[in-house]
């Protein structure tokens, strides 16, 4: 899982956080039973600080999606397969969305399109 | 493990006509604080007291729960950046092994070596010949180097570059990774806090006018600005008050929002906004004397 | 954590070693050109007594009270530290110039007078001691800057104490030679107990003072 941070996009850095470890389990990236980095090195890491990095992690607690084990740390738990669903096709809305924004922007025809589609298909 | 780095209670102290406190905040271990404040607000005095280098008139300082600053323990356990450097000017970068190693349990030859090289200070440079910023890197290189519980460090960015900012931040994050680690800094630039501290401290004039997180401050102050006519409870209520032609602009705590009509506009307050108006007050109290 | 100050002073003032030349080219000098090579050991003495604020000097140019105050040593240590490596340095100036002296003396043809010796290095010591004892509260308390006419003070005392003993014809009425001789060993120690003293009661005010003081 890798978190990328915007500092301009007027979403909190503890939301952005949020969603996408959402993202991240709901997508797969994340499976049930991993841990998530820790705290600290999180921090660390994303040059935020460590109660920014805490108050999105406690939150993620209180909606269930991960769990905080004694002595492991932060943990995903079971993904329930309705919202994992609805997440899911939430963001292939968005993707969908801006291809076809910049697809236009670049002016390819739609059979360009999926010519450029098959090949990336293939290597994700 | 400990549970507070620095505990300190009714610290107070008289200097001339400056009064310092009474001041009461505590820094928990594994966490980062930020002291700010105008210049002369009583943070370098502060800091003194933790390093036991000036004495408070009452009160009570405690670091790692239960230990005196100026006590030789205590100082094992911190290091030290100030805003200028307390070295000799003759003598070599590489030398300071030699000559101050000695004192600490601890002093790691290797470690102080590579964060000189990481800085890339010259290990036979003479230290008067190193610039500003090679002088506060040099600073946090001898203060890292024997593994230091809490790092204290008072204005340790102001007059560097951007880069050497980021730098020496970074390095600040690194050291916080290990939850035993906590790191008190004063600084005037506020953007070295968005995204390090974790608790802030803002004193004006001696006193602390906010102790919590920067989230709170942004909840517990507010910007004013309007045409309205001031009730005198209002006028009163807002700090750092600024009148122009019919309009009037300044600082408030959050709770006398009540006190301002519709037509005002209420907005966030940047942690800048809290500091320049808590200093502008001084000068709003005396006009309207 | 007392011998780690004194080593790092000593290091600090004594290196590089060219800057404490002048001082010993002095010392063995006088050795040289003086009738009685003993003056040496006496000239080792006042020249460590007025060197004696030159740390303090150094500490205040660099902020070094403030490098002090961030290592792990406490304030009452660096006071003993600092009064260890005045003494060492003296003594191994006064080792230097009673080994210039005894050379010369030889080379001159004369026999060594070891009670002559002892006597001016017991003498010497007392000085020394006086001096540093005198000037160390003020520095400790104050810096060497606002301190510096405290340097003076030992020369006036020793100068004006002489002179007064010879104004009143003091040194002539007591035979000191004679005394001094007969009862040297009971003399000698009684100097240095007196020295030791001062120096001890000094070290007492110097730590009140230095724990004191604001950085």
Do not use: C
Not at chain 2, 73 to 87: A, E
Not at chain 2, 198 to 215: F, K, M, N, S, W
Not at chain 3, 73 to 89: E, F, P, Q, S, W
């Amino acid at each position: 899982m890798q978190i990328v941070l915007s500092s301009s996009s007027g979403v909190p850095i503890y939301e952005q956080i949020k969603s996408q470890v959402r993202s991240a389990i709901y997508g797969g990236d994340l499976g049930v039973g991993e841990q998530l980095p820790s705290l600290r090195q999180l921090a660390a890491d994303l040059r935020v600080s460590l109660i920014t990095v805490t108050r999105a992690y406690n939150d993620l607690v209180a909606e269930r999606v991960v769990i905080n084990e004694h002595g492991r740390g932060f943990v995903v738990v079971a993904v329930d397969p309705e919202s994992a669903r609805a997440a899911l096709g939430a963001r292939l809305d968005s993707a969908i969305t801006e291809l076809a924004a910049a697809a236009r922007g670049a002016r390819i025809s739609r059979t360009d399109l999926n010519i450029l589609l098959d090949e990336k298909w293939s290597k994700v | 493990m400990t549970d507070s780095a620095v505990k300190v209670t009714g610290l107070a102290r008289t200097q001339g006509a400056f009064h310092l406190g009474p001041l009461d905040f505590e820094l928990p271990t594994g966490l980062v604080m930020g002291f700010v404040g105008p210049n002369g607000s009583g943070k370098t005095t502060t800091i003194k007291t933790l390093l036991g280098m000036v004495r408070p008139d009452s009160g009570h300082v405690q670091l790692f729960d239960e230990m005196e600053p100026g006590d030789a323990s205590t100082k094992d356990r911190i290091g030290v950046v100030l805003d200028h450097l307390f070295v000799t000017p003759e003598w070599k970068v590489e030398s300071l092994t030699r000559r101050l190693g000695p004192f600490f349990s601890s002093w790691d030859p290797a470690a102080f070596h590579g964060y000189l090289d990481r800085f890339g200070i010259g290990r036979e440079a003479q230290i008067g010949t190193l610039s500003r910023g090679e002088g506060v890197k040099l600073s946090l290189s001898m203060a890292l180097a024997h593994h230091p519980e809490l790092l204290i460090l008072d204005e340790p960015t102001s007059g560097l570059d951007p880069v050497s900012r980021v730098d020496l931040v970074d390095i600040l994050r690194e050291f916080m990774v290990d939850p035993k680690h906590s790191i008190l800094f004063s600084t005037h630039i506020t953007t070295d806090l968005d995204n390090l501290a974790d608790l802030i401290l803002v004193i004006d004039d001696g006193r602390i006018e906010y102790a919590g997180t920067l989230d709170g401050l942004r909840e517990d102050f507010a910007m004013v600005h309007g045409t309205e006519q001031l009730s005198r409870a209002a006028a009163d209520s807002v700090m750092g008050l600024r009148r122009t032609g019919g309009r009037f602009d300044g600082l408030i705590r959050s709770d006398a929002t009540p006190l301002f009509g519709p037509s005002t506009v209420i907005d966030d307050a940047t942690t800048d906004d809290v500091i320049v108006h808590l200093a502008r007050r001084g000068a709003t109290q005396q006009e309207s004397s | 954590m007392i011998g780690t100050f004194a080593r790092f002073d000593i290091v600090n003032f004594a290196t590089p070693v060219r800057r404490v030349a002048p001082a010993l080219l002095l010392v063995v000098a006088t050795a040289v050109a003086t009738p009685l090579p003993v003056f040496a050991i006496g000239t080792a003495a006042i020249v460590m007594s007025l060197l004696a604020a030159n740390p303090f000097a150094a500490d205040e140019r660099s902020h070094l009270d403030t490098l002090y105050a961030t290592l792990p040593i406490n304030r009452r240590n660096v006071v003993l530290g600092r009064y260890l490596a005045l003494v060492l340095a003296y003594l191994a100036a006064a080792l230097i110039a009673t080994i210039a002296a005894i050379i010369i003396t030889l080379g001159g043809g004369h026999s060594v007078d070891v009670l002559a010796f002892a006597a001016a290095n017991v003498a010497a010591f007392l000085v020394f001691a006086v001096s540093v004892a005198v000037q160390l509260p003020f520095f400790f308390s104050v810096g060497a800057t606002r301190a510096r006419p405290m340097i003076f003070i030992p020369a006036v005392v020793f100068g004006g104490g002489a002179a007064l003993a010879s104004q009143t014809g003091l040194l002539s009425r007591i035979d000191f030679a004679t005394a001094i001789s007969a009862n040297l060993g009971i003399v000698s120690a009684a100097v240095v107990v007196i020295a030791v003293a001062a120096l001890l009661g000094s070290i007492a005010i110097s730590t009140v003072r230095y724990n004191r003081r604001a950085l």
